[in-house]
């Protein structure tokens, strides 16, 4: 599982900036890659090389996924003030051992539940990570087939 942590290393050892800085273009991703390889300067152009596109970058931040967690979890929430409303669900045992079970379970749920969000979300941004890393690393190896 790729993390941002990991696609900055990437561009750091190609000598590009981290992506928070904005996507490299095609002359800066052309340059990296004849300076790695020690080509002169008429091997690579920069039509050679596709650049990031928003919609690839879209996806590999945390805040892109914030507005949906918040909002699963919000729901989440709602659900668990309903089930724990001591006045509908509790009745007249809201101070019993078994309201706490009860309250305990319904925590657990809760927690079940937005962990499993959490872990889509994740995983939809490890996915989003990985085919930004494939694109970059296909940079390394169209330049490569010059060689």
Do not use: C
Request: aromatic share 10%; charged share 20%.
């Amino acid at each position: 599982m790729y993390t941002q942590y990991d696609l900055d290393n990437l561009l750091s050892s190609y000598n590009l900036p981290s992506l928070s800085q904005g996507a490299p273009g095609q002359r800066a991703i052309r340059d990296a890659m004849r300076d790695m390889f020690g080509f002169s300067q008429d091997i690579l152009t920069k039509d050679l090389f596709t650049t990031i596109s928003q919609s690839q970058l879209y996806g590999t931040m945390g805040k892109d996924y914030s507005p949906g967690i918040q909002s699963n979890i919000s729901q989440f929430t709602g659900d668990l003030m309903k089930q724990l409303d001591v006045g509908g669900v509790a009745g007249g045992f809201a101070d019993s051992s078994q309201y706490r079970g009860y309250e305990t379970g319904v925590r657990d749920e809760y927690g079940r539940n937005a962990l499993d969000v959490l872990s889509q979300f994740q995983g939809a941004k490890s996915n989003k990570l990985s085919a930004l890393m494939d694109h970059i690393q296909g940079w390394k190896e169209t330049a490569s087939s010059f060689v």
